[in-house]
C-alpha cells in the first residue's frame, strides 16, 4: 500500500483578511433599555424664537383698529342715509308744491264762497254752506295727508312776522294792545320744515291815547 503524503496544512487567514467589527454607534449606544429612542430635552421657555405675548398683543391692536373703522363706517353709512332721505323728502316735496298750492287755493275759494252764502236768505243756501264747508273738510284731510297742516294764530296773540302777514290793520286807544292779532282773515299754512303761507291776519295799532 502506498503511503499518503498529508495534505498541507492551510496557512492561517490573514488578519487583515478578517471582517472589520463595526464600531457601535454612539446613539445607539443611547438606547434605553426597552429599545426607544430617547426624547430629546425640552427646550427652556424664551429659546423657541416665538414671542406668544407679542403676537396676541398684536392681534389684539388690529381688532382694534378694525372695530374703530367699522364703527366710523357704520357712522358715515348712517349719515348718507340720512342725507338721502331728506334730499328724497325735498325733491318729493318740490314736485308737491305746485298741487299743494292749487288744493290751498281750492279750500280758500269754497270758504269764501261758504262765508258768501251765509248771508244768502233762500231756503236752500243752509245746504250750500254745509256742502261748502265739507269740501273744505275734505281737501284739508289730503293736505294734511302730505304733511301739511293750516294753523291760524289765537285772537290777543302777538303778530310775528316770520308767520304772520299783516292784511289790515285797526286802531286802538291801548297801547298794550299795539302789534295784537285781533283777526284772521285767511288761515296759513306749513309743513314740516317751512311755512307754505302766512297766515293773513288783521292788527290793531296804537293811534295815541284820546
Known sequence: MGSVEPEPASSP???????????????????????????????????????IGSILQDINTELVGLHTQ???????????????ERLRRNESQKLLEPMIRDLIKLVDDWRSRGSAMRDVTEADSADLVRLCGEIVEDVTMVLDRQGVAEFAPPHGNAFDRHVHRAAGTRPTQDSALDGVVCEVRRPGYRSTDKTLRFAEVTVLKFTGES
Open 13 to 51: 487567514q490573514s488578519t487583515s483578511d478578517t471582517p472589520d467589527t463595526p464600531e457601535p454607534d454612539a446613539a445607539m449606544e443611547e438606547v434605553s433599555d426597552d429599545g426607544t429612542p430617547p426624547m430629546p430635552d425640552a427646550a427652556e421657555p424664551g429659546q423657541t424664537g416665538i414671542d
Open 70 to 84: 367699522s364703527r366710523f363706517l357704520n357712522e358715515v353709512i348712517d349719515k348718507l342715509h340720512t342725507e338721502n
